[in-house]
């Protein structure tokens, strides 16, 4: 008889610990859909900025970069409350395309102020080797460890495009529509090793990923589908604008 009483008992507590393993399950679930997220988000970040040619990100810019970061404003500015934070992906260039994504951080700087406070995307677009080396090392300084400057804006943007580029780093920002050239300086870019775990099952180094030594997952083909296309549509403009005059290209 006692142990038939017991059973209730059991069965309860049973169903308690059923309940909280589902939980955990559904937070990791859910977890997993906002990296899902973000990743698509910062694909469309991209895509609408440069479906607009006389706001873009000029094409010098993208045919030459070395690695692209976004941050779409899923996450707030949180200005006088811990200062400014964003999450977000980057991919870099090599030797067999562009990389996965690596999930990173951005904090601190000033540049929340410069918006008011409100959500935005940022995207940054590293632009020499040097500055390919600041990223793989999983974090640093914009402004102190690797040089940043406003981003020229216009596809065809040509006037300070070259001098810009001498930067490590050129940063953009998009709020109420509006995209221009945002200063970055005293921001810290970093690897989001919590995001990393999640999204590669288990902690994979910056440079690993960046590096194109880990295979990209399912959820990160919007995103580099992104890049491959502005990459390299930009590059072509390029290489159109520098042909002679009368030259055919050689898909013609």
Not at 4 to 14: A, G, I
């Amino acid at each position: 008889m006692r142990q038939l009483s017991l059973l209730p008992k059991f069965l309860l507590v049973l169903g308690i610990c059923s309940i909280f393993i589902g939980v955990s399950w559904a937070g990791d679930d859910d977890k997993q859909s906002d990296i899902a997220k973000r990743i698509d988000a910062s694909a469309k970040v991209l895509k609408e900025i440069m479906a607009t040619p006389d706001k873009a990100i000029p094409d010098k810019v993208m045919s030459e970069a070395k690695c692209i970061a976004v941050i779409p404003s899923m996450v707030k500015i949180a200005v006088g409350f811990g200062g400014n934070h964003g999450k977000g992906v980057a991919t870099c260039r090599t030797a067999s395309g562009w990389s996965a994504p690596a999930p990173i951080t951005i904090t601190g700087g000033s540049w929340g102020l410069q918006l008011g406070g409100q959500a935005v995307d940022l995207v940054m677009i590293v632009t020499n080797d040097q500055g390919m080396q600041h990223l793989l090392s999983s974090k640093f300084k914009l402004g102190a460890d690797a040089s940043a400057a406003a981003g020229p804006v216009g596809r065809d943007a040509a006037a300070d495009t070259d001098i810009k580029m001498r930067a490590e780093v050129l940063t953009y920002s998009r709020a109420r529509g509006l995209f221009a050239g945002i200063d970055l300086s005293g921001s810290v870019l970093s690897q989001d090793k919590d995001e990393t775990r999640l999204l590669y099952g288990s902690f994979v180094p910056f440079s690993e990923i960046l590096g194109g030594k880990v295979r990209a997952t399912a959820s990160s083909a919007p995103f580099l589908t992104a890049v491959r296309k502005y990459s390299v549509q930009s590059k072509e403009s390029t290489e159109n604008e520098s042909k002679p005059a009368g030259t055919a290209s050689a898909s013609n």
